[in-house]
């Protein structure tokens, strides 16, 4: 496969626990990945020096576990990102789409409750025109655990349209997702090691196999 795949992750782990497991698949069949995160963690937003460091440290590490062809960090401040102008984020983004050339191109869901999340997706939606990114074959919307499941429910939900099995990168997953440690925390928050193990059963039962990943397909030119 001689696919270029982006995913547009809001904040650092948004790929792992949207599209984690595909992203090590599309890898293994020979796929070039690559990742974009909108966001960055800044003192101005009330981040500490310690924490920024370690985030670093995190970003870089995971990097390395995806083997990411590469990253993409916009810098936007993160849980202020409504505040930046859409034309701004777009412009920023484009770089990244022209230069990457993607094929697939993996998006936040439109109505995740984090306003950043919302903004992120208006401004990378924009950069799918087959007009002016003619290299963008299909775009998909990923699910992410304390985001999506708290969208709206009047005809907002997430109803996934595209399966993809990932019961033989599951495990790698998990190990990527532990290295953001700060995010993960015990049973019954969202982003727990049981809630996201619970989501990847349910999206495998549906598929007919152990582990799935879901989305959904907004294009698809072939």
Same mark, same amino acid.
């Given at each position: ?26 890898? /293994? ?6 990742? +974009? ?51 701004? !984020? ?6 990244? #789409?022209? @230069? ?9 869901? !439109? ?28 775009? +998909?919307?990923? /699910?992410?655990?304390? /985001? ?9 939900? #997430? ?14 997953? +998990? ?9 993960? @925390?015990?049973?019954?928050?969202? @982003? ?20 799935? /990943?879901?989305?959904?397909? !907004?294009?698809?030119?072939?």
């Amino acid at each position: 496969m001689n696919q270029s795949i982006l995913v547009v992750a809001v904040h650092p782990d948004d790929e792992t626990l949207g599209c984690g497991g595909n992203l090590l698949r599309l890898r /293994e069949e020979g796929a070039k990945i690559h990742w +974009m995160i909108v966001t960055a963690m800044t003192e101005d937003c009330g981040f500490s020096h310690d924490a920024i460091a370690r985030r670093a440290s995190e970003i870089a590490a995971v990097a390395q576990m995806y083997g990411f062809t590469s990253v993409h960090s916009l810098g936007f401040p993160a849980t202020r990102l409504d505040e930046v102008p859409l034309s701004q !984020l777009v412009a920023a983004m484009s770089k990244v #789409f022209q @230069r990457v050339q993607p094929n697939q191109v993996f998006l936040p869901f !439109l109505h995740d409750v984090h306003s950043d999340h919302q903004h992120a997706f208006a401004a990378a939606y924009s950069c799918t025109k087959t007009f002016r990114y003619p290299s963008v074959r299909k775009v +998909m919307m990923m /699910e992410t655990l304390s /985001e999506t499941d708290f969208a709206l429910s009047a005809g907002c939900g #997430f109803v996934p349209n595209m399966f993809v099995d990932i019961s033989g990168q599951f495990t790698c997953k +998990m190990q990527i997702l532990r290295v953001f440690e700060s995010e993960l @925390r015990p049973h019954p928050f969202p @982003r727990s090691v049981e809630a996201i193990e619970a989501l990847a059963l349910l999206r495998g039962a549906a598929a007919g196999c152990r582990y799935a /990943e879901s989305f959904v397909i !907004l294009k698809e030119i072939q």
